[in-house]
Antibody
Framework: EVQLVQSGAEVKKPGESLKISCKGS????????IGWVRQMPGKGLEWMGI????????RYSPSFQGQVTISTDKSISIAYLQWASLKASDTAMYYC?????????????WGQGTMVTVSS | QSVLTLPPSTSGTPGQRVTISCSGS????????VNWYRQLPGTAPKLLIY???QRPSGVPDRFSGSKSGTSASLAISGLQSEDEADYYC???????????FGGGTKLTVL
């Protein structure tokens, strides 16, 4: 079964660092782009960026460039999303998703989501 | 303010056909394929339509997509209670160099 499994919910304080993960299985991890999508409480979906595990080519949304870092360890089929210094406004559900091959940029497989809560 | 425009809400009765329209511009829908997602409460989004009008395996043919110019539409026929969810359109934007989403449409099945 093709799936993405994300790390568990996190509760952090402002200024703390955080790295969440997304593990792919059931397919060749290095052959598909992995994207990250933010959903703030009660709000819509926001594309943060994508990474190609095969060569670590990474693209960021202008809104998130410099705010987060997307990385991957292809040896263990994991993609990461990390923050150096969290803010309360980073409180949200974060999804990883696999981008389908082709020009549509659609995401066909989604992780279950990781809830990040940042509060003092 | 989302780059792609969706109506905040829509509704229909069981068995009815509903259509959700997504409006964009020449830098996104006008030049890229449109994808549609459904998000049931408390769950991750699910891909319903990709490449404007292609259904992934397992998605019933009650769901169909179309695109014309800088607008796209998702049609749901034979509406069912389990279709009550949030629906999002998305497309690559050449100006922003990234994927943009619509703000979401909440579909209520009356």
């Amino acid at each position: 079964e093709v799936q993405l499994v994300q790390s568990g919910a996190e509760v952090k304080k402002p200024g703390e660092s955080l790295k969440i993960s997304c593990k792919g299985s059931g397919y060749t991890f290095t052959n598909y782009w992995i994207g990250w999508v933010r959903q703030m409480p009660g709000k819509g979906l926001e594309w943060m960026g994508i990474i190609y595990p095969g060569d670590s080519d990474t693209r960021y949304s202008p809104s998130f460039q410099g705010q987060v870092t997307i990385s991957t360890d292809k040896s263990i089929s994991i993609a990461y999303l990390q923050w150096a210094s969290l803010k309360a406004s980073d409180t949200a559900m974060y999804y990883c998703a696999r981008q389908i091959v082709g020009a549509s940029h659609g995401f066909d497989i989604w992780g279950q989501g990781t809830m990040v809560t940042v509060s003092s | 303010q989302s780059v792609l425009t969706l109506p905040p809400s829509t509704s229909g009765t069981p068995g009815q056909r509903v259509t959700i329209s997504c409006s964009g511009s020449s830098s996104n829908i006008g030049s890229s394929a449109v994808n549609w997602y459904r998000q049931l409460p408390g769950t991750a989004p699910k891909l319903l339509i990709y490449g404007n009008n292609q259904r992934p395996s397992g998605v019933p043919d009650r769901f169909s997509g179309s695109k014309s110019g800088t607008s796209a539409s998702l049609a749901i026929s034979g509406l069912q209670s389990e279709d009550e969810a949030d629906y999002y359109c998305a497309a690559w934007d050449d100006s922003l160099n990234g994927v943009v989403f619509g703000g979401g449409t909440k579909l209520t099945v009356l």
